[in-house]
């Protein structure tokens, strides 16, 4: 069979183009920014165990993101349109799509006031 060196060059240059795209696009995986809802709720006992209040920069996440209580205990950096915060994940929001937040009323406080009761946010883990 003979292949000629514009078609070797062409699979070359695809093959290359493959490669460079797979290593360029593994960042996106490692740092994954959520958006979502953010909402606020009275604090108390936790999925993850420990007791917090109202007053904490603490937040509750989507159960797809703290089944297992894998996200226990994590920081994450939140904004909206009119701040941002950085908040320790203690417990679980059943009702919460997986992006949305549902905050501790002194952290909602640092992204809006409680009037609006949700806003827009964007978020990843710190
Ligand atoms: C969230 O990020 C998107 C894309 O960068 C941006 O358009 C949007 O305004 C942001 N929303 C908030 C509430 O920060």
Redesign the pocket.
């Known amino acids: 069979m003979y292949f000629s060196n514009t078609f070797i060059l062409l699979i070359t240059l695809l093959f290359t183009m493959l490669t460079l795209n797979v290593v360029t696009a593994l960042p996106l995986h490692r740092r994954a920014s959520y958006?979502g809802d953010g909402t606020f709720y009275t604090v108390g006992l936790g999925s993850c165990g420990k007791t917090n209040s109202d007053s904490e920069m603490v937040a509750a996440l989507s159960s797809s993101l703290m089944s297992g209580g894998k996200n226990c205990g994590k920081s994450l950096k939140v904004?909206?349109?009119s701040g941002s915060v950085t908040v320790k994940a203690v417990d679980t929001c059943p009702s919460c799509a997986e992006g949305d937040v549902d905050f501790s009323p002194a952290a909602f406080k640092k992204l809006g006031s409680l009037d609006e009761g949700r806003i827009?946010?964007?978020w990843s883990f710190t």
């Open positions: 958006s904004t909206s349109d827009s946010i964007n």
